[in-house]
């Protein structure tokens, strides 16, 4: 499928489609013409991507997880490597703290109005 496809289907960009192919994330043949051609499964590897960067990973860590997901028929990837696997457990400790640090402010928030309406 052409880029302008993928980026309808997915919801992305052309832009960002050719930012995730600079950084190693995706790849597209090329017709005779020289246009991107991306096969079906792009699709699906768009949408891991975004969900990944939505959760605060950066471009060369997702480049090294991406291997390491599961295949779209659901079997595992064997490439992790014990360091990765660290590093993305610290990733998750991360976010976790960062959704703490929200809650707490969702919780101010919430007195503050409260106390705001007389309640």
Same mark, same amino acid.
């Given at each position: 499928?052409?880029i302008?496809?993928?980026?309808?289907?997915?919801?992305?960009?052309?832009?960002?489609?050719?930012y995730?192919?600079?950084?190693?994330?995706?790849?597209?043949?090329?017709? +005779?013409g020289?246009h991107?051609?991306? +096969?079906?499964a792009?699709?699906?590897?768009?949408?891991?991507?975004q969900e990944l960067f939505?959760?605060g990973? @950066?471009?060369?860590?997702?480049?090294?997880?991406? +291997?390491c997901m599961?295949?779209?028929?659901?079997?595992?990837?064997?490439?992790?490597?014990p360091?990765?696997? @660290?590093d993305?457990?610290?990733?998750?400790?991360?976010?976790?703290?960062?959704i703490?640090?929200?809650?707490?402010?969702?919780?101010?928030l919430?007195?503050v109005?409260?106390?705001?309406?007389?309640?």
């Open positions: 499928m052409r302008g496809e993928l980026a309808r289907r997915t919801g992305v960009s052309e832009r960002s489609l050719r995730y192919e600079t950084q190693g994330l995706l790849r597209a043949d090329r017709t +005779p020289g991107r051609d991306y +096969p079906e792009a699709v699906d590897r768009v949408i891991r991507i939505a959760a990973l @950066h471009s060369s860590r997702i480049a090294q997880l991406l +291997p599961r295949d779209t028929d659901g079997g595992p990837s064997a490439v992790a490597t360091k990765l696997v @660290h993305l457990t610290e990733e998750r400790d991360r976010i976790d703290r960062m703490a640090d929200l809650l707490r402010s969702r919780e101010t919430d007195e109005i409260e106390a705001a309406q007389g309640g």
